[in-house]
């Protein structure tokens, strides 16, 4: 029982560049999640889905992209990566009030 | 503009005291409150919450309070221990339509806990 997957870990990328956050769940959550920590901004939510097949934003989606494959999969997607985008990413499932994170995603854009 | 607020971005306290973590917020709408840990490289943990129809709940050493006229929680953990050096997120839900909440977070208090 791994609760929530994220991968990578670990991610560098050129100004321009896409790539797409992967994160799997195996709590059997509706919901799920995607927030950015930054230093000083605590996290904030980019994207969350309420249940398979919906998505809506959150308090900075603008960048983003996501999809919510099937109940098990949410994924993040940066169309074109910019410095400001630098940041520690985490995925999250919840039921409820309660949200259980993955181990987050340290991406750096040069 | 902020909803969830923690005003102090870090505390040292001496191992067997009592630490006191801080959490204002300001949208009323607020239903439940959380309190997460969290370790470098790791993702935050839940450890406490409360909903906000109670004023106060406890677990072990940790102690949440709530007061809703001041809009102000407030997390104890007592006897505080080395292992509780991490930083904490206070979170607020925010009830939303049909089944998903939504979760707003400060932006935490690292908590060191000296010997």
Redesign the interface.
Same mark, same amino acid.
Not at chain 2, 98 to 108: E, H, P, R
């Given at each position: 029982n791994a609760g929530v997957t994220q991968t990578p870990k670990f991610q560098v990328l050129k100004t321009g560049q896409s790539m797409t956050l992967q994160c799997a769940q195996d709590m059997n959550h509706n919901s799920m999640y995607w927030y950015r920590q930054d230093p000083g901004m605590g996290l904030r939510l980019i994207y969350y889905s309420a249940s398979e097949g919906t998505t809506d934003k959150g308090e900075v989606p603008n960048g983003y992209n996501v999809s919510r494959l099937n109940k098990r999969e949410f994924s993040l997607r940066l169309e074109s990566a910019a410095p400001s985008q630098t940041s520690v990413y985490f995925c999250a499932g919840g039921m409820n009030t309660e949200a259980f994170f993955g181990q987050g995603t340290r991406l750096t854009v040069v | 503009d902020q909803q969830?607020k923690?005003n102090s971005?870090s505390l040292s306290v001496q191992e067997g005291r009592i630490s006191i973590l801080n959490c204002d917020y300001t949208n009323s709408m607020f239903d439940?409150f959380?309190w997460?840990k969290k370790y470098p490289?790791?993702?935050? /943990?839940?450890l406490i919450?409360i909903s906000s129809i109670k004023d106060k709940n406890e677990d072990g050493r940790f102690t949440v309070f709530l007061n809703k006229s001041a809009k102000h929680l407030s997390l104890h953990i007592v006897p505080s221990q080395p292992g509780d050096s991490a930083v904490y997120?206070c979170?607020a839900?925010d009830p939303?339509t049909? /089944?998903?909440?939504?979760?707003?977070?400060?932006?935490?208090t690292r908590l060191q806990v000296t010997l």
């Open positions: - | 969830v923690q971005p439940y959380l997460y490289a790791e993702g935050p /943990t839940f919450s997120f979170a839900n939303l049909g /089944t998903a909440s939504k979760l707003t977070f400060g932006t935490g």
